[in-house]
């Protein structure tokens, strides 16, 4: 949980200075960001195993 709320709130350096540089918000956006980085990440994975179950399945 704690490296959750770090990864939410820090992210990676490179992003995290791109934000601070172009979003007034700072932290807020950033937080924003990297959680929707975050749910993007692991909805893209659940969707290639979905589509890799059913290139399976219509192989076989």
Do not use: C, Q, W, Y
């Amino acid at each position: 949980m704690v490296k959750l709320v770090d990864t939410l709130l820090l992210g990676s350096s490179a992003r995290a200075s791109r934000f601070e540089s172009e979003d007034p918000l700072g932290p807020l956006s950033l937080a924003i960001a990297n959680l929707l980085h975050i749910i993007s990440n692991g909805l893209e994975r659940s969707l290639r195993k979905v589509f890799e179950e059913m290139k399976r399945d219509l192989s076989d």
